[in-house]
C-alpha cells in the first residue's frame, strides 16, 4: 500500500534552515508528482509546493516563494523540502502527498512539525 | 490573490443531508478548476474524498458526492453519520502548477 513517511521537523530558530524529506514506498515513485502541504497550529491546509514526477518543473506558493526549495531523488523514492530564512509564521505540520488522477491530492503522510522559535 | 471560500461551520442532523461548497472570491468554480475534497479529524492527516469534481477516492462510501452547484464545487453527505464529525476542506488547481486550498468547514454532527 502507499505510505508516506516525512521526516526532519524539529525546533530551528528564525533565519536558519531546514530540510524535510518524504520517504515514499508501495508505488512506482518516478512516475507521480509530489506535493508538501502544511498546517499551522490550529488552522487550515496551506499547499506549498509541488514537484513533477521526473522533476522537471517545481512550483511554489508565494508565501514560500525564493524561501522554500523543493527536490527529489527518484532512486532514493524521496522527495525533499529546503526551507531556507525560516520565519515564525512557517510553523506547521508539514504533510507530504501524492498528486494524484485529476490534478488532486490523494495520499498523504502523517506529517512532521515544524516549530520556528528562539 | 486568489481566494477560496468554505462554509466556517455547518450542522447536520444524524441521518440528515448537508451540502458544503467550495467557491472563488472571483469567478466561478468549473471542473477545469479539477476540484477535490479532504477530510480531517484532529491531530490526523486528511483523507481523500472526492477529486475531480465527483470521482470518489477508493474506499469512500457513496453517501459522500461531489459536484458542480451553480457556480461552486459541492460536497454532498447523505445521512450524515457522527464520524462524519470533521473539518472538510476543499482544493482547487488553479493551473500553471497551482493549487489553493479552502478556509476550511467544521462540520458538527447533532
Known amino acids: 500500500q502507499v505510505q508516506l513517511v516525512e521526516s526532519g521537523g524539529g525546533v530551528v530558530q528564525p533565519g536558519r534552515s531546514l530540510r524535510l524529506s518524504c520517504a515514499a514506498s508501495?508505488?512506482?515513485?518516478?512516475?507521480?508528482?509530489m506535493h508538501w502541504v502544511r498546517q499551522a497550529p490550529g488552522k487550515g491546509l496551506e499547499w506549498v509546493a509541488v514537484?513533477?514526477?521526473?522533476?522537471?518543473?517545481?512550483y511554489y506558493a508565494d508565501s514560500v516563494k525564493g524561501r522554500f526549495s523543493i527536490s527529489r531523488d527518484n532512486s532514493k523514492n524521496t522527495v525533499y523540502l529546503q526551507m531556507n530564512s525560516l520565519r515564525a509564521e512557517d510553523t506547521a505540520v508539514y504533510f507530504c502527498?501524492?498528486?494524484?488522477?485529476?490534478?488532486?491530492?490523494?495520499?498523504w503522510g502523517q506529517g512532521t512539525l515544524l516549530t520556528v522559535s528562539s | 490573490q486568489t481566494v477560496v471560500t468554505q462554509e466556517p461551520s455547518f450542522s447536520v442532523s444524524p441521518g440528515g443531508t448537508v451540502t458544503l461548497t467550495c467557491g472563488l472570491s472571483?469567478?466561478?468554480?468549473?471542473?477545469?478548476?479539477?476540484p477535490s475534497w479532504y477530510q480531517q479529524t484532529p491531530g490526523q492527516a486528511p483523507r481523500t474524498l472526492i477529486y475531480?469534481?465527483?470521482t470518489r477516492s477508493s474506499g469512500v462510501p457513496d453517501r459522500f458526492s461531489g459536484s458542480i452547484l451553480g457556480n461552486k464545487a459541492a460536497l454532498t453527505i447523505t445521512g450524515a453519520q457522527a464520524d462524519d464529525e470533521s473539518d472538510y476542506y476543499c482544493?482547487?488547481?488553479?493551473?500553471?502548477?497551482?493549487?489553493?486550498f479552502g478556509g476550511g468547514t467544521k462540520l458538527t454532527v447533532l
Open positions: 502527498a501524492r498528486l494524484g488522477g485529476g490534478w488532486c491530492v490523494d495520499y
Open positions: 508501495g508505488f512506482t515513485f518516478s512516475n507521480y508528482g
Open positions: 514537484i513533477w514526477y521526473d522533476g522537471s518543473n517545481k
Open positions: 472571483s469567478g466561478s468554480v468549473s471542473t477545469s478548476y479539477y
Open positions: 475531480n469534481t465527483n
Open positions: 482544493v482547487l488547481y488553479m493551473g500553471s502548477g497551482i493549487w489553493v
